[in-house]
């Protein structure tokens, strides 16, 4: 379902953004996607979101700077957008593969031109270009992921990590103190003072090691990364882990899969249909329709047939 609600957002964009260019035949569509882009990056690296946090925190907002904390479903839902971007750009490909094979390879200027018009050609390539291009940013992190900020990680000192439902994802790694593994800290009931490291006392019984040298090469370690400086500077100094590990979390069945695939598939058609018209799309009226919003949330749900504009 998260997969799908993603995609429905994305693809009322692509399809407004397409359904323009097939309309007007114009390029107005190319600043649209330049600030989509941008906007997307800032959103899945994170900044948004800690800019959001930095600003509320300077006007001592505290209860609404909590409420912007990272959960789990926060970090889900930025994973998510890898897998729901694609499927939405099926149906127009098909729509246009189908149309060349009936109507053959017409000229740009014929009515029944596979891609519509030169500039719904060039905006298809581009927006798929575009969405390539932001999955690979994010990625391989050609652009930095945002700093967590101190207090997302500071810890209930009465409450234990794992009796928090809503903080199963770890987004940061705590160094290694007397020989135990980097803890996991969560990410809720925060406080707002000058945080520095969260002392952490030996278990009885374990011998005394000196903790300060894995704690200064894990540090080392994180700052030497690409980005690694820019987030020490802004207070984070710890090593970030952006992978997801959600252990024991089951695959969902291919027939789940392929269903969301479907629904995604799904509205991108009819949002076409409704806006564009079934008979245009598939070549038998010469100029698109233009219907009022009543006309096209029915032509969402119903075609007439034989197929009107």
Known sequence: MLVAAHAFAETTRLAASWIGAVTTGTFFWIPTLLITLLLNL??????SRWCLFQLLKRLRLRRLARKVAPVDWNLIHDEVRIYGGYFRFVPILALVVA?????????ATSPRFALFNASAGWALLVMLIAELMEDLVVVQELLPYAPVAAEWHERDQ????????????????RPTLFGRPARRDCASNMTFDSVSEIPLQPSPGLPASPASVDAERLAERS???????????LGQRQQLVPALSLHGIRELPFRVQLG???VIMEVTMGLLSALLGPGYLRGLFDK?????????????LLWDVPLSC
């Open 42 to 47: 800032f959103l899945r690296l994170g900044w």
């Open 99 to 107: 149309r060349a094979f009936v109507y053959g390879l017409l000229p």
């Open 158 to 173: 009465a409450r234990e990590c794992l009796n928090e439902p809503g903080q199963l994802v770890a987004v940061e790694v």
């Open 223 to 233: 700052t030497r990364g690409r980005w690694g400086r820019l987030r020490a500077a």
């Open 260 to 262: 969301a695939c479907y």
């Open 288 to 300: 698109p329709c233009e219907p009022s919003a009543v006309q096209a949330m029915l032509t969402y």
